[in-house]
Structure formats: structure tokens, C-alpha cells
């Protein structure tokens, strides 16, 4: 998996993201991942359940992946944060 079809979910409006996964699958890609982290993770969901539901019907999510990643700070203190990955793939049409 090439770090061009990874979609990092941050704070813009959740239709900036999936405009990213449409235009990625319609050019081709048959995989996309979603990474996001803390407070994103609920808009990485709704991502990846606005592109199944509205607009790429045939895209159903291979995995989902979940880990406790370890942010360090500038002063040196550490801050354990939830992250997810939620990868989708295109259903190959016959």
C-alpha cells in the first residue's frame, strides 16, 4: 500500500474528505486508507460511511485497524492518543 492512497482525516469539513476518497477511487484506486487520530476519529467514520452510503456504493471496508499511538510534547512529557485506520476497497465488477 503506496502513502498516496492514504486519506489523513484532520478538522476541515467532512465533505473535503470525501471528495479526496471519491476522486482517488474514480481515478482508478481500488483501496483508500483513513487515518485519523483523537477527536478525528468520529469524522474519519463518518468518511468512510458517506462514501458507502451516497456516493461509491460498491465500497465496503476491508479493515479497521484501532492503536494507542504515543505523542510526545515539546516540554518532553508524553500523551497517549487513539488512532484508527479504516481502510476501503472497490468491490471488483465482473
Known sequence: MSEENVVYIGNKPVMN??????TQMNGGTN???LKA??????RAVDVA????????TDVTIASIDICTEEIMSNEG???NVS????QLSK???K
Do not use: H
Not at 49 to 56: C, H, P, Q
Not at 83 to 86: C, D, L, N, S
Open 17 to 22: 474528505y470525501v471528495l479526496a476518497v471519491v
Open 31 to 33: 483501496e483508500v486508507i
Open 37 to 42: 487520530r483523537g477527536r478525528a476519529i468520529s
Open 49 to 56: 460511511e458517506i462514501v458507502r452510503n451516497r456516493f461509491i
Open 77 to 79: 512529557t508524553s500523551t
Open 83 to 86: 488512532a484508527i485506520e479504516i
Open 91 to 93: 468491490a471488483f465488477s
